[in-house]
Antibody, heavy 120, light 107 residues
Framework: QITLKESGPTLVKPTQTLTLTCTFS??????????VGWIRQPPGKALEWLAL???????RYSPSLKSRLTISKDTFKNVVVLTVTNMDPVDTGTYYC????????????WGQGILVTVSS | EIVLTQSPATLSLSPGEGATLSCRASQSVRHYLAWYQQKPGQAPRLLIYDSSKRATGIPARFSGSGSGTDFTLTISSLEPEDFALYYCQQRTSYPLTFGQGTRLEIK
């Protein structure tokens, strides 16, 4: 059974760095084709893909946010971490981590999401 | 970046009716298109991948079709639990992109 859960601060100040952790079970980065992505959703708005990390360490980022994003993994701890620098109120939203479906970069298992508010 | 445009923005139907949701891509995504359902306060759920393949546990009333730039999600007979937001997503090229969503509401 695959599960994912996001954790981190729910309130950050403008210009601060956000660090989110995705802790998962039921799969492993030791297996080829495995990937974990981050997707966010501002309140009342559409989904926006942010980043994806693969079992072999390859990383992909949204071009519009690439300069502010870093994704990393710890294979032994079953954790994926996303950092977003220079947070702004427009970055407010629910951040999801999700399991990449084997064979394609869509997402078949999602965490519950964490609502992050950027406010002074 | 591939832009996905979903239509209509809102669809008002009654339980038992059939629903047709559309997703158009700004350039060909071949058949690499997925559909998700999202209910208030919940994470998205994968319904369809690769245009027409149902994800695990998805009822047969959900079907997908299309290739290239035009795709359709069809719900054959709406159940009360089907009224939700629906998003399409392409995986042909990075960045991965989502449509802006179609809200399926009870008439």
């Amino acid at each position: 059974q695959i599960t994912l859960k996001e954790s981190g601060p729910t309130l950050v100040k403008p210009t601060q760095t956000l660090t989110l952790t995705c802790t998962f079970s039921g799969f492993s980065f030791s297996t080829s084709e495995v990937g974990v992505g981050w997707i966010r959703q501002p309140p009342g708005k559409a989904l926006e893909w942010l980043a994806l990390i693969f079992w072999d360490g390859e990383k992909r980022y949204s071009p519009s946010l690439k300069s502010r994003l870093t994704i990393s993994k710890d294979t032994f701890k079953n954790v994926v971490v996303l950092t977003v620098t220079n947070m702004d109120p427009v970055d407010t939203g629910t951040y999801y981590c999700a399991h990449r479906r084997g064979g394609g970069s869509d997402f078949d298992y999602w965490g519950q999401g964490i609502l992050v508010t950027v406010s002074s | 970046e591939i832009v996905l445009t979903q239509s209509p923005a809102t669809l008002s139907l009654s339980p038992g009716e059939g629903a047709t949701l559309s997703c158009r891509a700004s350039q060909s995504v071949r058949h690499y298109l997925a559909w998700y359902q999202q209910k208030p306060g919940q994470a998205p759920r994968l319904l369809i991948y690769d245009s027409s393949k149902r994800a695990t546990g998805i009822p047969a009333r959900f079907s997908g079709s299309g290739s290239g730039t035009d795709f359709t999600l069809t719900i054959s007979s709406l159940e009360p639990e089907d009224f939700a937001l629906y998003y399409c997503q392409q995986r042909t090229s990075y960045p991965l992109t989502f449509g802006q969503g179609t809200r399926l509401e009870i008439k």
